[in-house]
């Protein structure tokens, strides 16, 4: 399928369902996971059993997150973000089902109601223990990595970021909610996401085979590719360049 008649049936489409990988962010300065020099290639991901086994796991963790934290002080959505934030504006956006734990579409302006964060996000810490929200300024302005890691000020309980870590159980309410905006979509959209993580990257096949039309649109080739109606492989932002031109100039 070609750009133009891709771009024909987002323009008619009236429940478009977008799902964003790290990819999405990267033009606003945030490494993504898997590609070179990504967060992975730096850090080591620590699983939910060593963060409650081990304090060395727990300073691990706060070392990643305290320098996610000095970043997300600065970065802003980008064009990406901003398109489909204006999808919903005009009405067309049934839902977006990000993976990002980055905060950015909810500061681009996507409802609530339209967003789920599968993967939580960083943009709050809680306490694993009795549930309290903290504000991240609060925990990481005074945290260091020589100090003991933060617990909670009500039940003393292991603080970590309100971010979904491997081994840990997904959100159910948010999974229901992707499940149900994959099954009715007419055209679900993936951006920037390697479709390597299970159970996301599960919402792209749930959706073709409930009948919407599947788009990737990625850098790199992934897993889903040979399955989808239509592929774009190049810069996310060069993308939404192109597609609005097609879309709103019509
Ligand atoms: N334009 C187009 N594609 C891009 C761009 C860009 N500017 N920047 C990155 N990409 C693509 C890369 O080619 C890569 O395939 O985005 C994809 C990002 O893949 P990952 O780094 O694996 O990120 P993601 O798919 O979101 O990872 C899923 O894994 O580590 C866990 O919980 C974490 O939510 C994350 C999950």
Redesign the pocket.
């Known amino acids: 399928m070609e750009l133009e008649e891709f771009a024909t049936r987002v323009r008619k489409s009236e429940a478009l369902v977008f799902f964003?990988?790290?990819?999405?962010s990267?033009?606003s300065g945030v490494p993504?996971?898997?590609?070179p020099g990504?967060?992975?290639s730096k850090y080591q991901?620590v699983l939910l059993q060593d963060f409650l086994a081990s304090e060395a796991a727990r300073v691990q963790h706060w070392q990643l997150k305290k320098a996610t934290y000095e970043l997300f002080k600065t970065v802003q959505p980008n064009i990406g973000h901003q398109a489909i934030r204006d999808f919903e504006q005009r009405g067309q956006l049934l839902g977006l089902i990000t993976?990002?734990?980055d905060g950015l579409h909810k500061i681009a302006g996507t409802s609530d109601a339209r967003l789920v964060e599968?993967?939580g996000t960083d943009r709050k810490v809680t306490c694993l223990q009795c549930g309290k929200v903290y504000l991240p300024k609060d925990v990481y302005e005074d945290w260091h990595e020589h100090l003991p890691t933060p617990t909670c000020d009500d039940c003393g309980g292991y603080l970590k970021s309100a971010?979904?870590s491997?081994g840990q159980s997904m959100p159910v309410e948010a999974m229901q909610r992707a499940q149900r905006w994959s099954e009715a979509a007419d055209v679900f959209i993936v951006i920037?996401?390697?479709?390597?993580?299970q159970p996301?990257a599960s919402f792209p096949v749930i959706a073709k085979r409930s009948g919407a039309l599947l788009a990737i649109?990625?850098?790199?080739p992934?897993p889903l590719d040979d399955y989808a109606d239509f592929i774009y492989n190049?810069?996310?932002?060069e993308?939404f360049g192109q597609l609005k031109s097609l879309t709103l100039d019509a």
């Open positions: 964003t990988g790290a990819g999405i990267t033009e993504d996971f898997r590609s990504g967060v992975w991901p993976q990002n734990i599968l993967h971010n979904v491997f920037g996401s390697s479709l390597q993580v996301a649109v990625n850098r790199d992934t190049g810069a996310i932002g993308f």
